[in-house]
């Protein structure tokens, strides 16, 4: 595709519910990022990939997050019994080389009542 | 560890004027890149410049320089004859693995 695509655009949620939200990178692209953004703050990393594997997954939250990448192109991201904390926009981004800039997606915003 | 500090949670600027968004970063790579990014209130992420650890110039895109002290580890943003249409969080970011941002300054042009 000409850009990343995230799926879905917004997302309702009960508590207690899991949620699945979908990053679909630039076509070659073999870095990818998640980031979790709350209203008035910056990107704050979650989890990044290089082809299939992750390669650091550090700002992960706690065990409720997961993500997967399995063929190396599109990522899921996972919550697992979400909770009202975990409502914010979720943002993915790709890039190619190390020394080139990340694109990213228009993230998904998610919303856990 | 990768960690950016923007100590400037607002800023305002008055249109045609130059203004200068403060960034400082700590990594303990030797190779690493430094990014600006502009997000405007629709909430989409502008990739606006890019300056390599190694590069030795100040990168510059069109009214965008970045001004990179290495010795320092600073790495401001100067935009030149600022637009109404600047008005937007900015976010610097620095990447060795993965990239990390800082909390960002908010920007007001003022006609």
């Known amino acids: 595709g000409a850009g990343v695509s995230q799926t879905p655009s917004n997302k309702v949620t009960e508590k207690g519910k899991y949620v699945e939200l979908r990053c679909d990178p630039i076509s070659g692209h073999t870095a990818l990022y998640w980031y979790r953004q709350s209203l008035g703050q910056g990107p704050e990393f979650l989890i990044y990939f290089q082809g299939t594997g992750a390669a650091d997954d550090s700002g992960l939250p706690n065990d409720r997050f997961f993500a997967v990448r399995p063929e190396g192109s599109v990522s899921t991201l996972k919550i697992q019994r979400t909770e009202r904390g975990d409502s914010a926009v979720y943002l993915c981004?790709?890039?190619?080389?190390?020394?080139?800039?990340?694109?990213f997606g228009q993230g998904t915003r998610l919303t856990v009542v | 560890a990768q960690k950016i500090t923007q100590t400037q949670p607002g800023m305002f600027v008055q249109e045609k004027e130059a203004v200068t968004l403060d960034c400082t970063y700590d990594?303990?790579?030797?190779?690493?890149?430094l990014f600006w990014y502009k997000q405007p209130s629709s909430g989409e992420m502008i990739f606006l410049i890019y300056?390599?650890?190694?590069?030795?110039q100040n990168a510059t895109e069109g009214r965008y320089s970045l001004n990179f002290q290495k010795a320092r580890k600073s790495a401001n943003l100067v935009i030149s004859a600022s637009q109404l249409g600047d008005s937007a969080m900015y976010f610097c970011?620095?990447?060795?693995?993965?990239?990390?941002f800082g909390k960002g300054t908010k920007l007001t042009v003022n006609p």
């Open positions: 981004a790709s890039s190619s080389e190390f020394n080139t800039e990340a694109f």
């Open positions: 970011a620095t990447r060795s693995e993965k990239l990390v």
């Open positions: 300056q390599g650890s190694y590069d030795e």
């Open positions: 990594t303990s790579d030797q190779s690493y890149g």
